[in-house]
T-cell receptor
Framework: RKEVEQDPGPFNVPEGATVAFNCTYS??????FFWYRQDCRKEPKLLMS???SGNEDGRFTAQLNRASQYISLLIRDSKLSDSATYLC?????????????FGKGTKLSVKP | DAGVIQSPRHEVTEMGQEVTLRCKPI?????LFWYRQTMMRGLELLIY????????DSGMPEDRFSAKMPNASFSTLKIQPSEPRDSAVYFC???????????FGPGTRLLVL
């Protein structure tokens, strides 16, 4: 089983739609979780961290379910500029001790 | 402030040639990471350094790959000899101290013919 698994998509949605991505991780001892965004032919950039209590940043909401070992990202009122690949990222050990394990990403395409 | 700087941005070479990729981390960051990204395998960690010391090189594919960090502001990833299967985008990233966020450079697109 891969350490971090995501549905590769693509998810093709109209502007204004709500879209959700899920991600599962295999190591139950994993401590920290993130979503990174990668635009076409660009580098990955941190979108948001994911906390057990869930967290929201504008139109973006991230959730963590430790019991089921999955992480979700919800995008509301999607914009054309949200088109990108979203990478689910897990830090096995947390803090500065661990390495980041990246999923292969879910591609989102928002259409007019 | 400048972000992570990588050079060259694109490299086309022939099989068997030596390839050297370069990275300058963000000033003050003391951890540096080399990744490789392909469609098939996604983003894979090759090696990372803390305070210029290699900590984990378990992701380095084989002896053809080597990485150095002679000082806090410069690192190289060398492939010798290069093979077509090495074609990928190579990213360098850096991180400050105890923080978890990594900042990526723009990458080097390598094509080995």
């Amino acid at each position: 089983r891969k350490e971090v698994e995501q549905d590769p998509g693509p998810f093709n949605v109209p502007e204004g739609a709500t879209v959700a991505f899920n991600c599962t991780y295999s190591n139950s001892a994993s401590q920290s979780f993130f979503w990174y965004r990668q635009d076409c032919r660009k580098e990955p950039k941190l979108l948001m961290s994911v906390y057990s209590s869930g967290n929201e940043d504008g139109r973006f909401t991230a959730q963590l379910n430790r019991a089921s070992q999955y992480i979700s990202l919800l995008i509301r009122d999607s914009k054309l500029s949200d088109s990108a690949t979203y990478l689910c990222v897990v830090n096995k050990y947390g803090g500065s001790q661990g390495n980041l394990i990246f999923g292969k990403g879910t591609k989102l395409s928002v259409k007019p | 402030d400048a972000g992570v700087i990588q050079s060259p941005r694109h490299e086309v070479t022939e099989m068997g040639q030596e390839v050297t990729l370069r990275c300058k981390p963000i000033s003050g960051h003391n951890s540096l990471f080399w990744y490789r990204q392909t469609m098939m395998r996604g983003l894979e960690l090759l090696i990372y350094f803390n305070n210029n010391v290699p900590i984990d090189d378990s992701g380095m594919p084989e002896d053809r790959f080597s990485a150095k960090m002679p000082n806090a502001s410069f690192s190289t990833l060398k492939i010798q000899p290069s093979e077509p299967r090495d074609s990928a985008v190579y990213f360098c990233a850096s991180r400050f101290g105890g923080r978890e966020t990594q900042y990526f450079g723009p990458g080097t697109r390598l094509l080995v013919l």
